[in-house]
């Protein structure tokens, strides 16, 4: 048996002292370990002289400790937060799962005594050490090092400033209000966080404590997708952070709190957030709205409108005076709608006044009222103002009262273009529901011009959808005619690639009912018909409800069945 030579220890020594490795090899590994900063295992690995798996039997087996495959592992266990990442990245040495005053750690390199010193020092438990696979377990301190924002430290290193500044005003109060947020690590996560929730076209940002692990998701072509578990410990600079920037009161947590924030990304661009925490059993959840401008600019092309439909809405929205509603649940794309007919319509001789709660999108040339229920500012108040302001054309962010129903309704009978939004499944469903407000049945169809009802499907990935059969009696029951399954068309799936993040979708389209009021809609109105009697006329008319508006977009191939199905839910 080879003797060891004094400069060898450890796992190396036990490696040369058993046969399993040259002690020429040993030392020359070990220089180069030095030299990287990286751990001798690690090294040995690198240099293929012994397989991962190889070091981890012998490590097992030569020093009596239990060995794991990090493949079956189940994540649930980790213990969030019990060793920073700055120590599982020095130490090579990550947490598994905890078992009352035991911590058992992954390691490769079990005669390496400061990693579990100092994972003994750090988590004040008894460490129990498993032996893994190198690679493997750098796999793991990666995942591990990434769900907990541990970038942080080369953020922190990197000289080169973010594309992304907060405004001066909100800098300014950043600087002066609080020690606490004064912690460039933090800063420059959330800054991260936030360039990247806008490259992927995310819409909003969920920051989320719980118990033991704290979380940041971002919406994604309306699906929620989990991005990352900073640890536990920073979720306070987090929200404070946050706040702050807001111009929210940071010492305030019992109560819910709304506010605004932007973001330049460049001298021609910058992104509004609008912010509203919520108290919650384990701390403040944020939801931040991303408010992009440029969505407001696409186009009335972009949206989805059926020519058919696209000559309605435009038509309506010409006309001189009148009420357009549209109407769909939360998140359903009403907002971007409104402003792109006010963006058609704004121009230098139209005066548009508009109140919102609150204003989403700034658009220059249109006058924006954020109501303020707690300073008597309601959206009543502000349309009384608005008809004392020669306007032309009036926006309502959403009628939710009699009162502003009543004044809306005097101003699209006055003379006014009317826009405005209500909560409900579709345009039909819409005359009964202001019906149901007060409204006399006279008003509603002397003023409402066109309803639109709307919903948001995900786009198929161009770059990886593919064609599906579906049986023909599943086509039926989708809302298919015979007449439509000619065979002259293909149906899409989806299927997923690094385009679409293995999503198989990518974007949204959307699916709309333009119902114009025609005369004998009216009638029904006027007879107080119910929301089944005006779809019926609207069927006769030939206009396309939502399920079959989203078929055509299934036989266009913008998106596939089941996601018509699950949006339309008809």
Known sequence: MAQSPSTLSGIARALVQQGRLQEADADAIQAQAQANQTSFVQALVASKKLSGLQVAEFAAQTFGYPMLDLAQLDP???PPGALDRKLMQTRRIAPLYKRGTKLFVAISDPTYLQALEDAKFQSGAVIEPIIVEDPKLGQLIDKLVEASGANLKDMVNDQDDLDLNVPEESQVEADTSTNEV???PVVKYIQKLLLDAINSGASDIHFEPYEKFYRVRYRIDGVLREVAQPPLAIKEKISSRIKVISKLDISEKRIPQDGRMKLVLS???AIDFRVSTLPTLFGEKICMRILDPSSATLGIDALGYEPDQKAALLDAVHRPYGMVLVTGPTGSGKTVSLYTCLNILNEPGINISTAEDPAEINL???????VNDKAGLTFAAALKSFLRQDPDIIMVGEIRDLETADISIKAAQTGHMVFSTLHTNDAPATLSRMLNMGIAPFNIASSVILI???RLARRLCSACKKP????????LRAGYTEDDLDGSWQPYGPVGCDICKGSGYKGRVGIYQVMPIS???QRIIMRQGNSIDIADQAKREGIRDLRQSGLLKVKQGMTSLTEVEAVTNE
């Open 519 to 521: 005369e004998e809609m």
């Open 452 to 454: 639109t009802g709307q």
């Open 267 to 269: 001298k021609t661009r």
């Open 468 to 475: 599906v059969d579906i049986p023909h009696d599943v086509l």
């Open 364 to 370: 220059p040339g249109i006058n924006q009222v954020n």
């Open 76 to 78: 649930a266990y980790i």
């Open 182 to 184: 004064d912690d460039a």
